[in-house]
């Protein structure tokens, strides 16, 4: 089991900035990659960027330039930078983490930005 604990959300104004926590602990050792989602009221949850335990990274293009994913193994932490903020960013923000095990998710945390 893997647990997974975000932190760092809040409202900010539009081109503000924020960064998001996300700190893994149980059998942190099945973990293979990190990753960020967000879900907006009414849409569906979707990626925005993950990293690899070799330090691959993906983002999604709506996204791209703007957020930025980073892993501190030693502390079985992944932040995510958010810059530029818009308020269609606007969405629950969720940890993941995937093994051979499956998934497992954080229960997120609120990202609002004002016009």
């Known amino acids: 089991q893997v647990q997974l604990m975000e932190s760092g959300g809040g409202l900010v104004q539009a081109g503000g900035s924020l960064r998001l926590s996300c700190a893994a602990s149980?059998?942190?050792?099945?973990?293979?990659?990190m990753g960020w989602y967000r879900q907006a009221p009414g849409k569906q949850r979707e990626l925005i960027a993950q990293i690899t335990i070799g330090g691959i990274t993906n983002y999604a293009d709506s996204v791209k330039g703007r957020f930025t994913i980073a892993r501190v193994n030693a502390k079985n932490t992944v932040y995510l930078q958010i810059n530029s903020l818009k308020p269609e960013d606007t969405a629950v923000y969720y940890c993941n983490a995937w093994g051979p095990q499956g998934q497992y998710w954080g229960q997120g945390t609120q990202v609002t930005v004002s016009s």
């Open positions: 149980g059998s942190i050792r099945s973990i293979n990659g």
